[in-house]
C-alpha cells in the first residue's frame, strides 16, 4: 500500500462482516473480525483463511508441533455484515455533533 496517504477503512476490529470472494466464501455466515492490519490493507477473520504453522519447543510450548492458525486476508474480500438487513452492506460515514459515525447503507443502522 502507498504510504504518502493513510488508508481509511469503513472496518474496524470487533466487527462482523463475511467474506465475499476467495475459498472461505459464505454471504450467510457473518464472522467476527480479529485485527485490522492498515498498512498492508489486510483483515485477520475469525476461522478464516486456516494455514498449518510449524512451531519450536519453546519455555511456554514445550511441545511445539503443528498449529492451525488464521491468516490475513485482503480487507476488499469482506463486507459489513448488516444484521438489521440480514445481509452485507456498504458503509457511509456522516457527521453528528462533530463526530464521525458509521451508518449501513441497507438499513440506515448506526455501527459503534
Given at each position: 500500500m502507498s504510504t504518502r496517504f493513510k488508508?481509511?477503512?469503513?472496518?474496524?476490529?470487533?466487527?462482523?462482516?463475511?467474506?465475499?470472494?476467495?475459498?472461505?466464501?459464505?454471504?450467510?455466515?457473518?464472522?467476527?473480525?480479529?485485527e485490522v492490519i492498515l498498512d498492508k490493507g489486510r483483515v485477520l477473520v475469525e476461522g478464516v483463511n486456516i494455514v498449518t504453522k510449524h512451531t519450536k519447543p519453546t519455555a511456554q510450548n514445550t511441545k511445539g508441533g503443528i498449529v492451525k492458525v488464521e491468516a490475513p486476508i485482503a480487507i476488499?474480500?469482506?463486507?459489513?455484515?448488516?444484521?438489521?438487513?440480514?445481509?452485507?452492506t456498504k458503509i457511509?460515514?456522516?457527521?453528528?455533533?462533530?463526530?464521525?459515525?458509521?451508518?449501513?447503507?441497507?438499513?440506515?443502522?448506526?455501527?459503534n
Open positions: 488508508p481509511k477503512f469503513s472496518i474496524k476490529k470487533g466487527d462482523t462482516v463475511v467474506v465475499i470472494t476467495g475459498d472461505d466464501k459464505d454471504l450467510k455466515k457473518p464472522r467476527k473480525v480479529l476488499s474480500n469482506v463486507m459489513l455484515w448488516d444484521a438489521k438487513a440480514g445481509a452485507a457511509k460515514r456522516t457527521r453528528e455533533n462533530g463526530k464521525l459515525i458509521r451508518v449501513t447503507k441497507k438499513s440506515g443502522e448506526v455501527i
